[in-house]
């Protein structure tokens, strides 16, 4: 049993006498938590957007050549712009709606900024897995559909292989590897935004009851 229940519980046996009062100590509490769900969401995708930034910087260049021989790197920093260019939105979003949320006096209007928050995490979750399986699907069609450059660069050495065989397997393995990635991330998503929503859900139930 957490603080706001034990205020519940002491609240019904207090009486109407003190109803006004434990109204506000109520409210004050939910309003605190809620503030503090929404500042951690602004905080981990502070973390996250210095943590793939720092990733990107320190892939070795050997790796990059690749993408480069395959005619892929102006695709991927395209991309990479994007993204960045759409998380710092995020980062705004997430921002202000903290700060909205710390200022707020109006349980109605509280309601109504947890709900925004949800949907803006939501859509956020939702843009980081789709940009995955777009950026995904661009790059393999961009390999597959040149199989001479994609052969010459994956076998330098000019190997004795049998082709078809090998673009099976190397496909095969790519969307093993696109599935692994997108349940990883969904599973990241899942935990760790979806313990802060469900405290964000249980908060706006809190509130609900209130009015």
Known sequence: MDELDLLKKDWKKQGEKFNELSYSEIYNLIHKKSSSVVKWIFIICIAEFVFWGLISLLIPDSFLEIYEKLHLKTILN???????????????????????????????????????????????????????????????????????????????????????????????????GLAVTIGLLWLYYRIIYGILLRKLNKNFKELETLE
């Open 78 to 176: 395209i991309f990479y712009v994007i993204h960045y260019v759409v998380s710092g939105v995020f980062l705004y979003l997430f921002y202000k709606n903290y700060n909205l949320i710390s200022v707020i006096d109006n349980t109605r209007l509280l309601m109504k900024k947890i709900i925004k928050t949800r949907k803006t995490v939501n859509y956020y979750v939702y843009y980081n897995i789709i940009m995955s399986v777009i950026l995904s699907l661009i790059v393999n069609f961009v390999m597959f559909s040149k199989p001479d450059l994609l052969m010459q660069v994956m076998n330098p050495k000019n190997l004795v292989v049998n082709t078809d065989k090998f673009f099976t397997i190397m496909l095969i393995a790519q969307i093993i």
